[in-house]
């Protein structure tokens, strides 16, 4: 997995966000953007891995793509941060909701860990 993890940023990662694919190999003409799901995808690998200082800065990053009202696209440009695709994208919002909710626990883990002297 963690290989997996280092080639994935290696071909994908662009301004700290993650692209379905490399650029030019879905067939079509232009670029798509980095892909919202995915970088948020990303924030819980490093949740899991115990990786939290990484994950917050992941998703304090990945938040601030988002419009006035907190609103987020399908994709974002990674060299402007404009919104493309589709507007709002509930896929986008969910997995948002799934990073929160999953560095949450992560870091109750850690405080009960922490309060009973346990090693995380």
């Known amino acids: 997995m963690q290989s997996t993890y280092r080639f994935i940023r290696a071909t994908l990662l662009q301004n700290g966000l993650l692209r379905r694919y490399p650029p030019q190999r879905d067939g079509l003409k232009g670029n798509e953007g980095t892909f919202g799901l995915c970088s948020l995808w990303e924030i819980q690998y490093l949740v899991r891995e115990k990786k939290l200082a990484a994950a917050k800065k992941a998703f304090r990053h990945f938040l601030s793509f988002g419009n006035d009202v907190g609103l ?29 909710l999953s560095l949450e626990d992560r870091a109750r883990t850690v405080r009960h860990h922490l309060q009973n002297g346990k090693e995380d």
């Open 72 to 100: 987020f696209a399908e994709e974002i440009n990674p060299k402007t941060g404009e919104a493309l695709g589709n507007f709002p994208q509930a896929f986008t919002h969910l997995g948002i909701i799934d990073a929160a």
